[in-house]
């Protein structure tokens, strides 16, 4: 094992290895390769592989000597290999972030290293040969702009970006030849923060490092003689004198220790120290956040296409976002107020939402708006809405009209900006260009991995999917982004067997448009882990009897066990002391409610022990205008059918009152019942973490997000959803131990809080963005000269590739009424 183990390091290489790993199984091996070869040209993943090892390695015993060995660990950290006779090109990951690509004869089964280009080339002649022998073919490689970034080295590092930028920083303050290169940046970035051009922190005397520091000496004896409560406004006027303006704090005490904390980062810095500077000094009031697509609005919109989870998190992160503003300006002995535009697309069309609405205050915040902007084109204003897959060619025209909107609303630039999924992240990387300000992006989910082969296959994708717009638009916006937000760690590099949402746009190909060498390093400091939460007033334990919803009760009784079916709901449950196993998602073929009711009706078991009851879409497939959801809609109505499920099955339709759903979560719980997320994929998964507060036992699948949420067994269970029958028997033998063990039940609902508690809490999330928009900030100054090289080939490619792919997607023809005949 310690060859395998040599090879979790990254500077191993398989292609040194691997050549005596297949002579030591050369016999097996031969046969092998031939099969790999013997079907001609075609594209492999992990399961093909095995199949072939499978077939030809009959004897168990022997095949599993094969498969322990290192070839067998080489074999297995396969994410991909392509056939072309006579040779077979692997793409190797054998450890999160890091790829290997070889090339094997299958002859001699000789072995060559080869690079991303070559492996890409390989891949590509599998359906496109001209373009793969394109010597010219486009060719996109950002890292070519990021020798001088510091990166991390360990697969564990990743996504603890802010961190490693803070050891860094304060690496190079250290009293190093590098130290005045830093500090003078330091106090160039504290000279340049201000409030609507009300300088803070620093007049323009104290303008370098030396000056700053003896001033800060004055200061710190000064403030020692002090009461600590004394207010700012009392020595106001002398700290002005020596060249300070406000927002060190509200007192003398809190003052003095951020004097002391900038004193110890210009003497002696350490990271710790660092971080704390930055939770410290008012660098952020305005922030704008763009979530474009969907209906976002605050009541009747969630279930709606496109609209779910990302609704939930912007709206719960604004209110924590804000709240932590607040606290910190009064701390820093301000008084302004901090205002957040959430940016939305206005619709006209807006199906009895406010979705029509320019300007809406958001509950829950004192200063906080959404703000819609029109999709408009030559022909007017788009009325209806349209597909997240379809946005495209509005963005440019939207992003201009909204930046005019949001700088005459926030009478000035905001100074953090944040994007949602990859039209709102374009929106805030055009707008942060050209204000020049800081920009943060989150993506919620890539849609890069969710398909098969989405890259080779774009061409066939495009007509529905658009995908050439939409892998473009990301691969810009990650570039540009100054920090990236994300809930989860496999989001950016996935699992020990499966790559990152991120981590897949490392290296990948368009055949016929581009091939991108090298698109994004997920070792970039940019990436960072920053959990959501649910919101804690609305889903909180079902024990917490005196905070209990109660007047919902009738109607939620009503909801699950009346028997009649209406708009609301159809099937009904026939013995109602059974527990209830509960799910609710949208009606996305991803969110999989089919197969939950598809493992649901085929096992007698489950059936036997617990009643089904989903929350999703509607009954009607005319409802909808969403390819997906129709189908989804089509197969339920199917299953039902088949399995014959009524009587023990309840589906009700979209419910869109949260706190009804908190309740209805714990009703679930009284039941003694558990939630179930069966999702092919979840990004990060909010039902997962609200059924968790309320102390409901959680199933949810293990493709994605809720793997790192869950630790099995403990605070939930993981379920595979390609594997429905073991995720249902799971699930079968939870109740049959909770029949056996009356303790289990509330073990893992008490397992499912403590986990909450401890990662997944807004206060946590709101904390550390706004100590990032500081960090971050400082940075993007602190290597402006290469951000900017790498921001004109990022702009050129916007303006060469993207604004080209947007004009191939459809634009509807009927928008505006004919304006009425004029009398
Ligand atoms: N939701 C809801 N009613 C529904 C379906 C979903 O209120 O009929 C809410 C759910 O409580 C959660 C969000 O929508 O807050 C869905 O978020 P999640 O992350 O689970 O999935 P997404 O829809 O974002 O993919
Ligand atoms: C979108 C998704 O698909 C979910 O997995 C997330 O939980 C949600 O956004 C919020 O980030």
Redesign the pocket.
């Known amino acids: 094992t310690t060859a395998v183990q040599g090879l979790k390091r990254s500077d191993s290489s398989i292609a040194d290895s691997m050549p005596e790993a297949l002579r030591q199984s050369r016999y097996h091996m031969k046969r092998c390769f031939s099969r790999f070869v013997g079907k001609g040209k075609r594209l492999m993943k992990l399961n093909d592989i095995m199949d072939e090892v499978h077939e030809t390695i009959d004897d168990e015993t022997e095949r599993n000597v094969v498969l322990e060995s290192l070839l067998g660990y080489i074999l297995c950290s396969t994410q991909e290999a392509v056939s072309i006779p006579p040779h077979v090109a692997f793409a190797i990951r054998p450890n999160p972030g890091f790829w290997e690509f070889v090339k094997v004869n299958s002859d001699d089964l000789s072995v060559d290293p080869i690079n991303e280009k070559e492996y890409l080339r390989t891949k590509e002649t599998v359906s496109d040969e001209a373009w793969a022998n394109d010597e010219n073919a486009l060719e996109l490689d950002f890292g070519a702009y990021d020798h001088s970034i510091p990166h991390m080295r360990l697969s564990s590092s990743i996504g603890k970006g802010a961190a490693f930028l803070s050891k860094f920083i304060s690496g190079k303050l250290k009293g190093n030849s590098l130290s005045v290169d830093l500090a003078q940046p330091l106090v160039d970035y504290l000279q340049s923060l201000n409030y609507q051009q009300d300088k803070l922190i620093l007049n323009e005397t104290l303008n370098t490092a030396s000056k700053l520091q003896q001033a800060l000496v004055l200061a710190e004896v000064f403030l020692t003689s002090l009461p600590n409560d004394t207010p700012y406004q009392n020595f106001e006027l002398r700290f002005k004198e020596w060249g300070f303006e406000k927002g060190w704090g509200d007192t003398a005490e809190r003052v003095k220790e951020t004097v002391k904390s900038l004193s110890e980062v210009l003497q002696a810095p350490d990271p710790v120290n660092l971080e704390k500077f930055f939770t410290r000094i008012p660098t952020t009031f305005n922030i704008v956040i763009f979530s474009i697509h969907g209906y976002f609005g605050q009541a009747d919109v ?2 709606m296409p496109d609209t ?6 912007i709206l719960d992160q604004v209110r924590a976002l804000e709240n932590e503003m607040l606290m910190r300006i009064k701390q820093q002995g301000l008084s302004m107020k901090p205002h957040i535009l959430v940016v939305t697309r206005l619709i006209p069309d807006a199906q009895g939402t406010k979705c029509g609405q320019e300007l809406e205050p958001i509950i829950g915040t004192r200063h906080s708006n959404i703000l819609r902007v029109p999709f408009v084109t030559e022909n007017g204003v788009l009325q209806q809405w349209v597909s997240r897959f379809d946005v495209y060619p509005y963005l440019e025209k939207f992003t201009q009209d909204a930046t005019t909107k949001i700088l005459e609303i926030m009478e000035g630039k905001p100074d953090l900006v944040i994007g949602n999924y990859t039209d709102g992240n374009l929106a805030a990387c055009l707008m942060a260009r050209k204000l020049g300000i800081t920009l943060a992006t989150i993506a ?2 890539l849609e890069k991995t969710k398909y098969l082969d989405s890259d080779l296959k774009w061409k066939e994708f495009d007509p529905k999917y658009h995908f050439s717009c939409q892998f473009t638009a990301d691969t810009i916006t990650m570039n540009e982004a100054d920090f990236i937000i994300t809930s989860t760690y496999q989001e950016i590099a996935g699992s020990k067997d499966r790559p990152g949402q991120y981590e897949s746009h490392t290296c990948f190909t368009l055949p016929g448009l581009y091939r991108v060498v090298s698109g994004i390093n997920v070792f970039d400091p940019k990436f960072n882990i920053v959990s959501p939460g ?1 919101d804690q007033s609305v889903y909180f334990p079902y024990t917490d009897k005196e905070k209990r919803l109660t007047s919902f009760h009738p109607a939620i009784e009503e909801l699950l066990y009346s028997k009649v079916e209406n708009d609301e709901h159809i099937g009904y449950l026939e013995d109602r002391n059974k527990p209830i196993i509960f799910s ?3 009606l ?1 073929t991803v ?1 999989n409610i089919s197969g939950l009711t598809e493992w649901f009706g085929s096992n007698k078991k489950l059936r036997s022990s617990v009643n089904l009851v989903v ?2 879409g509607f009954f009607d497939p005319s409802k909808s205008k969403d390819r997906e959801e129709i189908a989804e809609d089509k197969k339920m109505h199917m299953l039902i059918e088949k399995h014959q499920l009524k009587g023990q099955m309840r589906w009700i339709a ?3 009152d ?1 706190h009804r ?1 908190g309740e209805l979560y714990r009703c679930i719980a009284d039941t003694r019942g558990a939630f179930v ?1 069966p999702a092919l994929y ?7 973490i ?1 059924a968790m507060n309320c102390g409901l036992p959680t199933f949810a699948t293990n493709q994605g997000g809720p793997a790192e949420i869950i630790v099995d067994g403990v605070s939930g269970f993981l379920i595979d959803p390609n594997h429905g029958d073991e995720s249902s028997n799971k699930i079968v033998d939870f109740f049959e131990k909770c029949k056996q063990d009356a303790d289990y039940w509330d073990r893992i609902s008490a397992g499912g809080l403590s986990r909450i508690y401890e990662c997944y809490t807004w206060t946590i999330y709101a904390n550390k963005v706004l100590n990032m928009g500081g960090m971050y900030t400082f940075w993007r100054q602190l290597h402006k000269e290469q951000k900017q090289a790498k921001q004109r080939y990022i702009q050129m490619l916007y303006n060469l590739l993207f604004r080209n792919l947007a004009k191939t997607v459809p634009v509807p023809k009927l928008e505006v009424p004919p304006p009425a005949p004029t009398a």
């Not at 779910?308 to 998190?313: H, L, S, T």
């Not at 979840?682 to 997962?688: D, P, Q, R, S």
């Open positions: 969630l279930g779910g989870g990302q609704v939930v998190y919620h989910a649910a609710m998602a949208r996305d969110k929350v999703a979209a419910q869109n949260r759903n997320q979840e990004a990060f998964g909010l039902t997962v609200e």
